[in-house]
């Protein structure tokens, strides 16, 4: 999946829930997303952190939120 379509996911979920912060969102996408996805997000963001381990929903919806926040840009 590329950013592209993860930030048409997010902003889809974001509709669905307007009250969850990003993080809440996040983790709703993963969810819908799926087992391959969920371990698709979580060995990219392993490999983002130069990790080799980790728990696979927490670094999934973590690769989610820094695809996200990089995508956004600096803040002011």
Do not use: I, K
């Not at 392993?46 to 939120?65: D, I, K, N, Q, S």
């Amino acid at each position: 999946m590329t950013d592209e379509e993860l930030v048409v996911e997010f902003a889809l979920a974001r509709l669905d829930h307007p009250g969850l912060d990003l993080g809440e969102v996040a983790a709703v996408v993963v969810a819908r997303l799926g087992t391959d996805r969920m371990l698709e997000f979580a060995a990219r963001n392993l490999a983002t952190r130069g990790e080799l381990r980790g728990a696979a929903f927490p670094c999934a919806v973590e690769h989610v939120l820094r695809v996200m926040l990089l995508l956004r840009g600096p803040v002011d």
